[in-house]
């Protein structure tokens, strides 16, 4: 049934309700922390300290033991690899293993649930180190307890048991069950190696299955606040409009609270959800739009390239200008990627609770701590003020609407002094989330006499508005831009070198990443210019994009130079494990070799083959896949019939979760490739359904073979997206196979295709 | 202005004050308090507000709650303890963020009554219109053949 929730007054009250009490924090505070405890005691301590064990590992009464983690459950099984991580190293059975995820009052702050780096956090540090000096000191507590040496002792079910006589025993629950440790976390406490694993490598059922089968699981859509109304933001025509006037309601709204309106963000809150969208659908608004968007594609393309460009040297080696002069073969293409929705199943909800002094905010962010700092900025609060409680949203695979629904929430429960739920309607979440961005990529590639690439020469734009939540409060996101706290405008930036930041987002092909210089003279220029829309992380942000172009245009040199794509990349490949990977997956796939398209065949249905290999920002882990296709001559329709995958993201905790996470990177990525593109007219994003915006359906689906690839001494990487990166360059090198026709722009529509055919 | 609807729900009778076009899911969820169907578009077009009513899949989205006037609906939390598609589901891990589950497995369900040999061709058609984002169809997939091999 749906859940009513009590806020907690107290720590003291939510920890008696969870089982667990813990004293409050005595952790030495500086002089600031200590006033901003002060200031705000009322709510809770709200002060964590990541480097004591308790703020990672509770130990109950009852010996069950809650771990806490500044991470969350997206949907990729991250809760259940937490929980094998903690009972490996704590020795203490699944079953009695629960997870505190991303809590302002209570979880450290680990940042956002991003970029693949969950599992990177957590297991070579994070929970796993914690949960390694929490053993240690149990095992200390029960040298004592028992009168025994601390180095006759072992842990094994959740109890620290002596290796001499196995009757003398202390469970947990005995030794600090209800306590703290008041232990701070060293670092040097030495975790286990990887052949005393028991649970990490083992096909583990996610813990929440069941529940999400069976609809128990307590979704922020299903959350009820006491006293909660239902707020709904009414949306202006574009992404320029300007507030005009609001001209009220046809009919008479009966439970009509209030319309909220701050510079051009209007909102209507209502007593039930059914009122709150009679509301926002029949109130009048007069806006003045001027338009001023791309009308397609096409025309941001032209566009992109005029705009002020900030610009980043990210690689200068050797010289490229004279390597290019000199080389027999210069090649040149330019690829682009769209605009392209998350497109989230369930659009994005969030309630917020905002009184004078205090707010709880409930969402399915990916990052309490950001939207706490950019909803107390907005709210005039202190950090320590909001209190951001995650609660699981349908899948975002990254910077969705849940932050900014949750800001739309929090400036409605202000406006009105009560809580708020926003449940964003399926327009509001097409068109107003954050897009995944679009990018025009330009290589030049020179190869010698011999076939050997000698030069690499990339550049790239990519039109960014906005992100996530953090330090600039709301104005990363349409609330902020709405009410008027936007953004200024980016500034023209020649190259500059070394780089603004350290994002290399796969800019530089797997080729070029090794410190022997395998490509010697390589030059990558990445430039961001201004979007129109709001974008933000999408499941392998800059980097699909990037090795879209990359792996293309290696197969375009490979078969330039008269090299079978496969051979050549492992030419260049510098990463014995990427190259590992290549072999993996060329040999699982049954890769004929072959240099130029296959030889045409008769008939309208043409097949082929082709290959895509990266490293995931040149550090996380590696993937190659082989997409094989069938091309329909006559109306340029694309069918992906297989994808192989091979994958290596160092040791695997939970081979289920990853088969499942690739699984869903590769129907993802094939959706992405063929599909997926938001459309524009001029004033707006018009994508506003699933009719608008189409995605891959069970009867499109390729038949999918993965290889896992584990190694348990090397320290994991993530899985989120690894393999969907490898997907769309694998897809359009396969067209080229079997057509001949290299279609460097995505999505590889039939319209796209069949053009691309006629202009062979 | 609201009325009052008489409507039948997993087996309770209920009346409920509704507006005409008050659609069946924002009562079922609002009024009534159950969370297996979800909100997914409004428009029809994802089925993740999937419900039975007289026996067939019905998106509850659209269909105004007045409509079901007398007539029996049926939702996930509905289908009693241990239904073979429910547990061929969770048998298969298929679900991911699981927004889209409930669609699936209310589809899966009239479908396999309908159907109760299936092809895989078939039962892709079959879930044709139902979107998962997070690409968990062949776990899916597999659960559907599995609840038919249960069921035979």
């Not at chain 1, 969208?277 to 397609?296: H, L, M, R, S």
């Not at chain 1, 130079?561 to 496969?566: E, L, N, R, S």
């Not at chain 1, 989120?720 to 290299?742: C, F, K, L, Q, S």
Request: charged fraction near 20%; charge should be positive; include cysteine.
């Amino acid at each position: 049934m749906t859940s009513m929730i009590e806020k907690p007054h107290s720590r003291k009250d939510f920890l008696k309700g969870s089982g667990a009490l813990i004293v409050a924090f005595s952790v030495p505070l500086g002089a600031g922390a200590a006033r901003a405890r002060a200031a705000t005691a009322a709510i809770g301590p709200a002060l964590i300290d990541a480097t004591q064990i308790d703020s990672w590992v509770v130990v109950g009464a009852d010996g069950r033991v809650r771990i806490q983690v500044g991470k969350v459950e997206l949907g990729t099984g991250l809760k259940t690899a937490h929980i094998q991580i903690a009972a490996d190293e704590l020795d203490v059975p699944l079953t009695s293993i629960d997870v505190l995820e991303s809590d302002t009052w209570f979880t450290p702050d680990q940042g956002t649930t991003s970029g693949s780096q969950s599992i990177k956090s957590n297991y070579p540090a994070g929970l796993r180190q914690a949960c390694a000096e929490a053993r240690k000191a149990l095992i200390d507590l029960a040298a004592k307890k028992l009168g025994l040496p601390a180095a006759s002792l072992t842990t094994q079910n959740g109890a620290v048991v002596s290796t001499a006589d196995s009757t003398k025993r202390a469970t947990y629950g005995e030794l600090i069950g209800g306590q703290r440790f008041n232990i701070r976390i060293t670092g040097r406490v030495p975790m286990k190696k990887p052949a005393e694993f028991k649970v990490i490598g083992k096909p583990i059922r996610h813990v929440d299955i069941e529940d999400k089968v069976r609809s128990k699981l307590e979704y922020i859509h299903n959350v009820k606040v006491a006293g909660m109304l239902h707020g709904r933001v009414v949306r202006p025509p574009g992404i320029n409009a300007t507030l005009v006037s609001v001209d009220g309601f046809p009919k008479r709204i009966p439970d009509l609270v209030k319309v909220v309106v701050e510079k051009d963000f209007v909102g209507v809150v209502c007593k039930t959800e059914a009122g709150a969208i009679k509301a926002a659908e029949t109130i009048k608004v007069t806006w003045n739009d001027p338009g001023g968007v791309p009308k397609d594609h096409d025309e941001l393309y032209a566009r992109m390239r005029t705009w002020p460009a900030q610009a980043r040297l990210l690689a200068n080696d050797g010289d490229v200008d004279k390597a290019l002069r000199e080389a027999k073969t210069v090649l040149e293409a330019t690829y682009y990627y769209p605009y392209q929705l998350h497109g989230s199943m369930g659009p994005s909800c969030a309630i917020a609770d905002v009184k004078k002094d205090e707010a709880t905010v409930w969402s399915p962010t990916q990052g309490v701590y950001p939207l706490r700092q950019a909803a107390a900025r907005m709210l005039g609060l202190t950090n320590q003020q909001v209190h951001v409680i995650y609660k699981e949203g349908s899948g975002c695979y990254g910077l969705n609407g849940a932050d900014t629904a949750s800001l739309d929430a929090a400036l409605m429960s202000k406006a009105v002094g009560a809580p708020v739920r926003v449940q964003w309607t399926r327009g509001d979440e097409h068109v107003w989330e954050h897009f995944g961005t679009p990018m025009i990529m330009k290589i030049r590639g020179g190869l010698d006499a011999s076939g050997n690439l000698i030069a690499w020469d990339f550049e790239n734009i990519q039109a960014s508005r906005g992100g996530r939540p953090g330090n600039v409060g709301a104005a990363n996101l349409p609330t902020g831009h709405l009410i008027g706290q936007g953004i200024a405008p980016r500034r023209a930036q020649a190259p500059t070198f070394p780089p603004l930041g350290a994002d290399t987002s796969n800019t530089e092909a797997g080729y070029l990443k090794d410190e022997e210089g395998l490509v010697p003279n390589a030059r990558v220029i990445a430039k961001t210019v201004d979007s129109p829309f709001f974008t933000g992380p999408l499941r392998s942000p800059a980097r699909i994009q990037n090795s879209f172009a990359n792996e293309s245009f290696i197969d375009e040199l490979a078969h330039a130079a008269k090299v079978d794509p496969v051979e050549f990349r492992l030419r260049y490949i510098g990463d014995e494990r990427l190259a590992h990977c290549v072999r993996v997956a060329a040999k699982a796939a049954g890769w004929q070799a072959r240099v130029g398209p296959k030889p045409a065949s008769k008939g309208d249905i043409a097949t082929g083959r082709g290959m895509s290999a990266m490293q995931y920002e040149g550090i996380d882990g590696y993937a190659a896949t082989v997409a094989e296709v069938e091309v329909n001559k006559k109306t340029g329709k694309v069918r992906v019939t297989r994808v192989v995958c091979s994958h290596d993201v160092g040791i695997i905790i939970n081979p289920a979760g990853i088969k499942a996470q690739v699984e869903g990177n590769i129907v993802h990525g094939v959706s992405r490739t063929l599909k997926e593109e938001v459309l524009l007219d001029g004033k707006a994003a018009t994508s506003r359904d699933w009719e608008s915006y189409q995605v891959l359906r069970f009867t499109e689906l390729p038949e999918i073979k993965i290889a896992l690839i584990n190694r348990p001494n090397e320290s994991p990487t993530g899985s989120g997206e690894n393999a969907m990166t490898a997907i769309p360059a694998a897809i359009a090198n396969a067209v080229y196979d079997a057509t001949g026709a290299r279609i460097r722009r995505l999505p590889l529509t039939p319209a796209r295709v069949k053009a691309a055919l006629k202009d062979l | 202005m609201a009325t009052s609807v008489k409507l039948t729900v997993n087996g309770k009778r209920h009346t409920v004050q509704s507006a005409p076009d008050t659609k069946l899911l924002t009562v079922l969820r609002e009024e009534l308090g159950l969370q297996g169907p979800r909100f997914g578009c409004g428009l029809s077009q994802c089925g993740a507000c999937t419900v039975h009513v007289e026996g067939e899949a019905v998106r509850s989205c659209i269909v105004p709650a007045s409509a079901m006037a007398g007539k029996k609906v049926t939702t996930l939390e509905g289908l009693g303890d241990e239904h073979p598609v429910v547990e061929a589901f969770i048998a298969e891990r298929a679900a991911q963020c699981g927004y889209c589950i409930n669609g699936m497995v209310m589809q899966s369900i009239v479908f396999l009554k309908k159907t109760p040999r299936p092809t895989e061709a078939q039962i892709k058609k079959a879930l044709n219109a139902n979107i998962c984002r997070c690409g968990t169809h062949y776990a899916i997939l597999k659960a559907v053949k599995r609840a038919a091999r249960t069921a035979a």
